[in-house]
């Protein structure tokens, strides 16, 4: 196993003190979308690997791949039939480790999406506990008697519509299934499904993984007594599967003891991150965090994209999800990821910018998804193209996912320079987006990325700083971070109209979203900021 290199600019202090995490900037990529090296029209690991120049030329520090194991692929690799292999489409355990050894020399580390809650139903282990009540794996999954009238159970609803039972007719039982009916829930109150998910963390921290990302860790338990879920009040104009309010299938209290025990898994590698897709209100972040006991070191935050779009409700956002952290808890900051709707969409492209500056700025590790650098929206899908299985069983909501699952637009050529084949999902018209269009443009937001990943790397005061909150003036969203007798002033115009801010002092401009300031003293530090500009200005000592 090859380690990590330190990479320019990264001081041996800042290594050795602090978790790499707090000082790195982490791309999502969905494999099956990110570069095709052999034309089925499906991306690859010899893909990503033919791409790691890309990912050293934008500077990200970590990539987050979605599951690349054996999967019949019926939801985007989250069905697993083997933990511990590669699926065919993706490549080899041999390709994997190439690709591990040469990420690790360009000091780009490796995050994996450990599945947990659920596997496939042609997994072994399903196949086995389905077979009798009594094999060896019998309690491997949530198994129930039917209610007294031989239905379901209880009332509980599964995520991808309908039911979460479905009847086994060899054992004369139902079995639970938080996602589709071929992904049945794993039992983690059974102490053997403990040791075996423990096992495979430990199969690919060996080969030098970096970390995972824990797929659903809210639900891993549901409650003992099987309770009805009781009637979702705002449910209205909500699809389905949201009637019921699922305070008894998710976020239970015993599900935090099944995250120690995956943290514990980790800490027995020393520097390996633990972060995590988690539930509920901006108030319930603390709890992921762990108190006495550590759980997850980064619960993904999508308080940025769940924000309406203006500087006062950004502004409260922020500041409700920094308080609501516990005192030592490093923050994390999500602009786009496989199941979330591409905020460039929502926003337009001059405020994508802005908002590229703001995670960037911001205290915290930056997570975006592919694309995102590139502005990349979300493509429109022909409907006998769909493959999302959410949008086929609840259709109509507009959640499908599949247009922010569109593959990667590298060039303007029909496939985008990302396969020589038939693209599994299409990707949108060849005038959209790409980056090599992009990277010819010295002001382009794909230049903007990369500046902002280098700005923050140079500077301690962006990575490490306090955050301090500013009153928003007149549209502005103003923060400052302060580090070391270093001041740097965030200023954020949100909206397409000139703003003037009020500066206190002299200053100096470090770098405008419009990428055509040069670093100029400001004498009073007062800026005139253009329609969807947004500045960092680095406050002069006095
Ligand atoms: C997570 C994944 C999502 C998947 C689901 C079921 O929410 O992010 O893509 O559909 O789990 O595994």
Redesign the pocket.
């Known amino acids: 196993m090859r380690h990590i290199q330190v990479k320019q600019g990264e001081t041996a202090e800042a290594t050795a003190d602090r978790p790499w995490w707090h000082s790195a900037t982490i791309y999502e990529i969905a494999l099956i979308s990110f570069q095709d090296s052999n034309g089925d029209g499906k991306g690859d690991l010899a893909g990503l690997l033919s791409r790691i120049d890309y990912l050293t030329w934008l500077g990200v520090d970590a990539v987050w791949l979605t599951p690349i194991y054996r999967s019949p692929f019926r939801?985007?690799g989250?069905d697993i039939s083997d933990y511990c292999s590669i699926d065919p489409a993706f490549g080899t355990l041999d390709d994997f480790d190439l690709l591990v050894g040469r990420l690790h020399d360009a000091g780009i580390r490796l995050i994996l999406d450990l599945?947990p809650n659920?596997t496939a139903n042609d997994h072994a282990w399903f196949v086995e506990s389905r077979s009798s009540r009594d094999n060896a794996k019998a309690d491997w999954y949530v198994w129930a008697d039917p209610a007294e009238n031989g239905g379901p159970p209880n009332n509980w609803l599964s995520r991808f519509g309908g039911s979460a039972w479905e009847w086994c007719e060899t054992r004369g039982q139902y079995y639970y299934h938080s996602?589709l009916v071929e992904?049945p829930d794993l039992n983690w109150r059974n102490p053997q499904v403990r040791a075996a998910i423990a096992d495979v963390m430990r199969f690919w921290l060996d080969r030098g993984v970096d970390g995972f990302r824990v797929?659903?860790s809210a639900v891993l338990i549901k409650d003992e007594l099987l309770r009805d879920n009781p009637p979702n009040p705002d449910a209205g104009g909500k699809p389905p599967p949201q009637r019921l309010t699922p305070v008894f299938t998710d976020d239970r209290p015993e599900t935090m003891q099944c995250i120690e025990d995956i943290r514990n898994v980790i800490d027995e590698y020393p520097g390996r991150l633990l972060c995590g897709?988690v539930q509920g209100k901006t108030d319930r972040i603390g709890h992921f965090y762990g108190n006495h006991r550590p759980r997850l070191h980064l619960p993904l935050n999508f308080a940025l994209l769940d924000s309406p779009w203006n500087a006062l409700s950004l502004q409260a956002a922020i500041d409700a999800y920094l308080n609501a952290l516990p005192s030592q808890a490093w923050p994390v900051w999500v602009i786009g990821g496989?199941?979330k709707q591409r905020i460039a969409s929502r926003i337009g492209e001059a405020q994508m910018r802005i908002l590229a500056m703001l995670l960037m700025s911001l205290r915290g590790t930056p997570f975006f998804y592919m694309g995102d650098e590139i502005g990349r929206e979300r493509v429109s899908i022909p409907p006998d193209r769909i493959r999302d299985p959410f949008e086929k069983l609840v259709p109509g909501y507009g959640l499908c996912r599949d247009p922010e699952r569109a593959p990667m637009r590298w060039d303007d050529s029909p496939n985008g320079g990302f396969t020589d084949g038939r693209p599994w999902l299409p990707l949108g018209p060849s005038d959209s987006r790409n980056v090599a269009g992009e990277q010819r443009d010295d002001h382009s937001i794909l230049a903007l990325f990369r500046k902002l990943i280098a700005l923050r790397r140079e500077q301690p005061c962006l990575r490490e700083g306090e955050q301090q909150p500013l009153r928003s003036q007149n549209d502005v969203f103003a923060f400052k971070r302060v580090w070391n007798g270093d001041e740097i002033l965030v200023l954020l115009n949100i909206c397409a109209e000139p703003r003037k801010w009020h500066g206190q002092g002299r200053g100096r401009l470090l770098m405008s979203t419009h990428l055509d300031r040069q670093p100029q003293p400001l004498p009073d530090g007062s800026v005139l900021l253009r329609g969807d500009e947004g500045v960092m200005i680095a406050v002069a000592r006095p």
Do not use: K
């Open positions: 939801d985007l989250y599945v659920h996602f992904q797929d659903a897709e496989h199941d």
